[in-house]
C-alpha cells in the first residue's frame, strides 16, 4: 500500500471503483436471494396474521360482555318502569316516526369565547 507521500496523483489512490468491489451481487435476482427474501416476507405476514387473530379474538368477547350487560340493563329498566307509563326503549340509529311528535328540544347552553 502506497503512503500519502508515494502518491503522484489521484489515478494512484485505490477507490471503489477501481478495485472493481461491489456492494450487491452482480447476478439480478439469485435463487437463494429470492428463497431467503419470500422465506423472511412468509414468516413476517404469518406472524402478524397471528396478531390480528388474536385482536379479533378479544373484540369478539368483549363486543358478547357488552350484549349481556346491555340486555341485562335492558331487562331491569323494563322490571322497573309500570308497564304502559313508558314505551319500549327504541334502539340506537331509528329516527323517531312522525306519529310519536316531535322530540323535546333541550334549550340551548352558551358560552364565552375569547379570540
Do not use: F
Amino acid at each position: 500500500m502506497k503512503s500519502v507521500v508515494d502518491v503522484k496523483g489521484l489515478g494512484d489512490i485505490r477507490t471503489a471503483i477501481s478495485t472493481r468491489s461491489r456492494s450487491a451481487s452482480r447476478h439480478k435476482g439469485t435463487p437463494y436471494l429470492e428463497i431467503m427474501s419470500l422465506g423472511m416476507q412468509k414468516l413476517r405476514l404469518s406472524s402478524e396474521q397471528e396478531r390480528l387473530a388474536e385482536r379479533v379474538e378479544r373484540v369478539d368477547a368483549r363486543l358478547g360482555e357488552l350484549r349481556c350487560a346491555l340486555q341485562e340493563r335492558l331487562t331491569m329498566v323494563a322490571e322497573e318502569s309500570p308497564a304502559g307509563s313508558n314505551p319500549q326503549p327504541r334502539p340506537a340509529g331509528i329516527p323517531r316516526s312522525t306519529e310519536q311528535g316531535p322530540a323535546r328540544s333541550r334549550p340551548w347552553k352558551t358560552m364565552a369565547v375569547e379570540y
